[in-house]
Nanobody, 118 residues
Framework: QVQLVESGGGLVQPGGSLRLSCAASGSIFVFAAMNWYRQAPGKQRELVAA???????NYADSVKGRFTISKDNAKNTVYLQMNSLKPEDTAVYYCNAYLGYGSNPNTWGQGTQVTVSS
């Protein structure tokens, strides 16, 4: 089973930028979609951005125009470029690989903390 490892989180001031990376131990091309979720304290996990096998992207309304998801199939890596960060973006960010079929279609990374604070 493919394993996902996130990196790039940290502490940043409001208005700043971070780029998250999600490195997969195997090919990501097999997955129907690669996604970034986040979970803030006391809140449910929410979908932030998604990119399909074909490269189509989708974003939560709260991050449209600020975040960009991309992938490098050759490197088996997915990225989340986060600009104009706000305190409400503070959360643990999780990489998700969605197979699109089967009884267990989701694979998750361990998460990386993003804190936006002055």
């Amino acid at each position: 089973q493919v394993q996902l490892v996130e990196s790039g989180g940290g502490l940043v001031q409001p208005g700043g930028s971070l780029r998250l990376s999600c490195a997969a131990s195997g090919s990501i091309f097999v997955f129907a979609a690669m996604n970034w979720y986040r979970q803030a304290p006391g809140k449910q996990r929410e979908l932030v951005a998604a990119i399909t096998r074909g490269g189509s992207t989708n974003y939560a309304d709260s991050v449209k125009g600020r975040f960009t998801i991309s992938k490098d199939n050759a490197k088996n890596t997915v990225y989340l470029q986060m600009n104009s960060l706000k305190p409400e973006d503070t959360a643990v960010y999780y990489c998700n690989a969605y197979l699109g079929y089967g009884s267990n279609p989701n694979t998750w990374g361990q998460g990386t903390q993003v804190t936006v604070s002055s």
